[in-house]
């Protein structure tokens, strides 16, 4: 495992990195991206190294276990708020791995070069990020119809040694401090779409490549006291642009073919140990909300209060709904041919919808308890480094047992989670985690146990008639 200096050095590669209308010299400096790299780089120096059973390819219920247990420690780390680490990823290339009956489909150089790859990312622990989706350009459209076939990310050359890419691929979220970005396609692709129907990888400094910012939270961020979770843990999310970049033959995977681009997804591990990091690290988010929310009662004395309990009763019920699912998909792991154990399928996509509904639920909860509280606060910290302000806060913003720095730091914890940009960002990324709603309302209808369902209905049916 390598540290988290090793890690922060490895950035100073020439990356194409663009923000607020200029390139960025150095990831590591600049203040839209330096905290988010160093929470990173605490990652690679965590005791234990949890990071190593990222890489995991499962072979039981108890090496779930084993997994979620240090995906719970790294996420931990940011309180569930950053989304995209290298552990993510991670669980994709062990599910592409494990599965060589799937990626037998295609020529077994291909296959090849996906174990090379995850062995590589597993020894020298890398961080890789992906852009899966396509631009929101023409969604009437598939790929090869839009009006340039050069808008979305795809083939535009082949060489002896390797094919150049060219388009636009979203959402490459922490792709500015990552090493590598995976470049593929999960929609749902059609014949005509082969250009676009890969599995690639490109180094973060790819000539040619070019990583486009939103805006940075963390560099509007007045202070780590006033915005704990932006400045620290904004990820970002990006366009990359892929200007005839060239990927060497050996970082090549699926190469235009439309059937298994889907398969590589859907038919090995990769979905399911993806999602199921995805909802280890939504329950962390929600253990920490539930927790400020009941500090929050208990500051304002009215935690002994049977409204607020049933509030937070209902907070408990969703973070302890997620928490249950998650290690249900260990109890109700299924072993495929190859021997991968996938999480539990009608728990992993139950999840998932609830991930969609219920996030908004809970936030809108922990707002009713902080009440006015929240937009009542000092404009930053240096309103107490000012003696005659300080006097005032300390005698009208304060909590029985909670000094006014106390009170304030706690609520300003409170809408950095719930109410700033930074947590607008999550509201919409939890939301939309998953794609539109619909497909992952399409999963679930697809593997629930409809059959067993169908069952009892027969059974209750077939237990009376007309006298």
Same mark, same amino acid.
């Given at each position: 495992?390598?540290?988290?200096?090793?890690?922060l050095a490895s950035l100073a590669?020439?990356?194409?990195?663009?923000?607020?209308?200029?390139?960025?010299?150095?990831?590591?400096?600049?203040?839209?991206?330096?905290?988010?790299?160093?929470?990173?780089?605490?990652?690679?120096?965590?005791?234990?190294?949890?990071?190593?059973?990222?890489?995991?390819?499962?072979?039981?219920?108890?090496?779930?276990?084993?997994?979620?247990?240090?995906?719970?420690?790294?996420?931990?780390?940011?309180?569930?708020?950053?989304?995209?680490?290298?552990?993510?990823?991670?669980?994709?290339?062990?599910?592409?791995?494990?599965?060589?009956?799937?990626?037998?489909?295609?020529?077994?150089?291909?296959?090849?070069?996906?174990?090379?790859?995850?062995?590589?990312?597993?020894?020298?622990?890398?961080?890789?990020?992906?852009?899966?989706?396509?631009?929101?350009?023409?969604?009437?459209?598939?790929?090869?119809?839009?009006?340039?076939?050069?808008?979305?990310?795809?083939?535009?050359?082949?060489?002896?040694?390797?094919?150049?890419?060219?388009?636009?691929?979203?959402?490459?979220?922490?792709?500015?401090?990552?090493?590598?970005?995976?470049?593929?396609?999960?929609?749902?692709?059609?014949?005509?779409?082969?250009?676009?129907?890969?599995?690639?990888?490109?180094?973060?400094?790819?000539?040619?490549?070019?990583?486009?910012?939103?805006?940075?939270?963390?560099?509007?961020?007045?202070?780590?006291?006033?915005?704990?979770?932006?400045?620290?843990?904004?990820?970002?999310?990006? &366009?990359?642009?892929?200007?005839?970049?060239?990927v060497p033959w050996e970082h090549?995977?699926?190469?235009?073919?439309?059937?298994?681009?889907?398969?590589?997804?859907?038919?090995?591990?990769?979905?399911?140990?993806?999602?199921?990091?995805?909802?280890?690290?939504?329950?962390?988010?929600?253990?920490?909300?539930?927790?400020?929310?009941?500090?929050?009662?208990?500051?304002?004395?009215?935690?002994? #209060?049977?409204?607020?309990?049933?509030?937070?009763?209902?907070?408990?019920?969703?973070?302890?709904?997620?928490?249950?699912?998650?290690?249900?998909?260990?109890?109700?792991?299924?072993?495929?041919?190859?021997?991968?154990?996938?999480?539990?399928?009608?728990?992993?996509?139950?999840?998932?919808?609830?991930?969609?509904?219920?996030?908004?639920?809970?936030?809108?909860?922990?707002?009713? #308890?902080?009440?006015?509280?929240?937009?009542?606060?000092?404009?930053?910290?240096?309103?107490?480094?000012?003696?005659?302000?300080?006097?005032? &806060?300390?005698?009208?913003?304060?909590?029985?047992?909670?000094?006014?720095?106390?009170?304030?730091?706690?609520?300003?914890?409170?809408?950095?989670?719930?109410?700033?940009?930074?947590?607008?960002?999550?509201?919409?990324?939890?939301?939309?985690?998953?794609?539109?709603?619909?497909?992952?309302?399409?999963?679930?209808?697809?593997?629930?146990?409809?059959?067993?369902?169908?069952?009892?209905?027969?059974?209750?049916?077939?237990?009376?008639?007309?006298?």
């Amino acid at each position: 495992m390598r540290t988290g200096t090793e890690y922060l050095a490895s950035l100073a590669d020439g990356r194409n990195v663009f923000i607020d209308g200029s390139r960025v010299d150095d990831v590591t400096a600049h203040p839209a991206f330096c905290e988010a790299a160093r929470s990173i780089a605490r990652l690679y120096d965590l005791p234990g190294a949890p990071l190593r059973d990222a890489y995991l390819i499962p072979r039981s219920g108890a090496d779930l276990t084993r997994r979620r247990e240090a995906l719970w420690q790294i996420a931990a780390a940011s309180f569930g708020f950053m989304g995209r680490g290298p552990e993510h990823v991670a669980g994709f290339f062990a599910g592409f791995a494990g599965a060589p009956r799937v990626f037998a489909r295609g020529p077994a150089r291909f296959y090849d070069n996906v174990v090379r790859f995850y062995e590589r990312m597993r020894d020298e622990s890398l961080y890789v990020a992906y852009t899966i989706v396509p631009p929101q350009i023409d969604r009437s459209k598939p790929a090869h119809q839009q009006a340039d076939p050069t808008l979305y990310a795809g083939v535009v050359g082949e060489r002896d040694d390797g094919i150049v890419i060219r388009g636009a691929q979203m959402l490459g979220t922490g792709a500015a401090i990552a090493d590598y970005v995976h470049l593929s396609c999960i929609i749902p692709l059609r014949p005509g779409d082969e250009n676009y129907a890969i599995s690639v990888v490109v180094p973060c400094n790819a000539a040619g490549m070019k990583i486009y910012s939103r805006r940075g939270y963390a560099a509007a961020a007045t202070s780590t006291f006033d915005y704990p979770l932006a400045s620290r843990f904004d990820e970002t999310d990006a &366009l990359i642009v892929y200007d005839d970049v060239f990927v060497p033959w050996e970082h090549v995977f699926v190469y235009k073919d439309v059937a298994l681009t889907r398969a590589a997804f859907f038919e090995t591990a990769a979905h399911a140990l993806g999602n199921n990091q995805a909802q280890i690290r939504f329950a962390v988010k929600l253990k920490f909300l539930a927790g400020i929310a009941q500090a929050v009662a208990e500051m304002n004395g009215s935690l002994a #209060l049977p409204p607020v309990q049933g509030a937070l009763g209902d907070i408990a019920g969703i973070a302890a709904t997620v928490e249950g699912l998650v290690r249900a998909q260990e109890a109700h792991c299924a072993i495929d041919d190859d021997g991968v154990a996938w999480p539990g399928n009608q728990e992993l996509y139950a999840n998932m919808i609830v991930q969609g509904q219920r996030y908004d639920e809970l936030l809108f909860a922990l707002r009713d #308890l902080c009440g006015g509280g929240l937009i009542q606060l000092p404009s930053s910290v240096a309103d107490f480094a000012n003696p005659a302000i300080a006097a005032d &806060l300390e005698r009208y913003v304060q909590s029985p047992g909670s000094t006014s720095v106390e009170r304030v730091k706690l609520l300003k914890l409170a809408w950095d989670a719930i109410g700033s940009e930074f947590a607008g960002r999550h509201l919409q990324y939890e939301m939309f985690y998953s794609g539109a709603p619909f497909v992952t309302k399409t999963h679930m209808y697809r593997t629930y146990d409809f059959a067993g369902a169908r069952e009892l209905v027969r059974a209750a049916l077939g237990g009376y008639g007309i006298p």
